[in-house]
């Protein structure tokens, strides 16, 4: 029988998708030993649309050492971002992907979700670590480790489960059950529904209005029914099982954020692992040290997932005019606010974005903006961006301000009379 100092740290990764890969992958470089448990039957299935690989998240590639690959297979995007009235006409063009560019040193990447899912698959170090065609049915816990039992009759055990099988997460159920025969009323059922219920409810969602969805299903190459659900949960681990990716934070797809926001997740739960581990000579952590690890892992993801999930939620609403409101800020606002706007609001979900932080970064393109984890590095303060070119915080939040007013006011006010009354006092 090994010892403790010889066992080495095993994770259960449950879910096969990009985050669960990513997951291998990182774990392997931070010397923990992983499990991928998928229930499909391949790496890659025909499922899923594409992924963008914003810089931040192929600066996490880089330190994998899949950048190169990610890239040979990737399309860079190109033109602009177009606001349009429902008839096609446009209302606003930005340049938005060469202000990205140019402002963190990479080229956002347009993937088929396939392809991605093929290169993580490739390019594992060792893909026994993978096993397909198996379906969780049960998690249990003790004082040594945790086990996951498979409807094959198998079984997988590990120091910690960690849960990246997405929105409707057996993980998820099973870590609730347990907390609650444990310690009865730590998870809120009501909590639950509520949370599934927010998630249903934004499920119709309009997604575009540059094209009619018709004209897209022609030039298909294949498609599939997908839920667009957004939602982000209270609790995030449980003894030791914890969840990354779209089991604990999912957000609207406009700003392709999902995918990028997995891949930080397992970030930061990898670089709190190997610090543990390499400090404790990779002897496996208490229940307690776990614990708190994991909850370390929630305090610095939550807050910056819900940055990015009321992000997301306010493009989209935007972009579908989900209110009269919404509807003035996207034609009379948006179109008279700079063209880097958007690109300077993106900036800082970029460059503060989560490293591995064992691992060299190796060559990479500076861009017009310093990276946060390199300010951090070498003590120097970050660009500061202004909300509006030439002025500063408060006067660009009152002039923002009062064009909202004015614009809402505006269209109440519509009659051609006052309007021209408006023009003639001007």
Known sequence: MKTLREKKFRAVVVGG???????????TKAGIDPVVLERG???????GASITIYPHGARILQRLGLLERTQNIADPFEGGVT??????????????????RENHGAELMLLERRGYLEVLWENLPDKSKVLFNKKVTDIVED????????????????????????????????????????EPGIIDVKK???????AASVADMPISETMVFGELWKKRWRGSVVDIEEGIFSRWHYGRTLLVGDTAHKITPILALGGNSGMESV???????????????FISPSRHTLNCLFQRYQDQRLPRMKHIMEFSRLITRTQAWDNWILKMVSIWVLPYLP???????????????????????????QGRLEWEDMKLNDGREGEKKDLVPGL?????????????????????LSAKGFVKWLVIQA
């Open 41 to 47: 039957g391949e790496a890659a299935p025909p499922t």
């Open 267 to 281: 970030v930061v739960l990898t670089n709190l692992l190997h610090a543990n581990l390499s400090a404790a000579d």
């Open 83 to 100: 606001n349009r009235w429902p008839d096609g006409t446009p209302i606003q063009w930005s340049d938005l992907w060469r202000f990205v």
């Open 17 to 27: 998708g990009v985050t669960g890969l990513v997951a291998a992958h990182a774990f």
């Open 392 to 412: 500063k915080g408060l006067q660009a939040k009152v002039l923002m301000a009062t064009a909202l007013v004015l614009s809402s006011l505006l269209w109440v």
């Open 192 to 198: 639950k529904k509520d949370a599934e219920e927010m």
């Open 143 to 182: 004082n040594d480790g945790i086990e996951v039992f498979l409807s094959d009759g198998t079984s997988e055990r590990g120091d910690i489960v960690v849960g990246a099988d997405g929105v409707h997460s057996t993980v998820r159920e099973k870590m609730w059950e347990h907390a609650n025969r444990l």
């Open 339 to 365: 063209q880097r706007k958007l690109a300077n609001d993106l900036e800082e979900i970029i460059r503060k974005a989560p490293m591995l932080d064992f691992v060299p970064l190796g060559e990479w393109k």
